[in-house]
């Protein structure tokens, strides 16, 4: 949960900095990055809890 809102907190301060005038693209990329960080830590996390059940299957 607190991975979505430091995301969120990086997209917003790439709004403000565009309104002001100072377009921070790093921030910007800072975001995608971490959101795309996110998905990949998410599927991982997924494909390990797929492998660990079908291992407990495999014993029992």
Known sequence: MEELVL???FI???LVAML?????I???LAGI???FFLIGK???REKNIKQ???ENRARN
Do not use: D, E
């Open 33 to 35: 990055i971490y959101i």
């Open 12 to 14: 917003m301060a790439g």
């Open 20 to 24: 002001l005038g100072h377009f921070s």
């Open 7 to 9: 995301c969120f907190l």
């Open 52 to 54: 660990h059940n079908s």
């Open 42 to 44: 998410q599927i991982i």
């Open 26 to 28: 790093i921030m910007w």
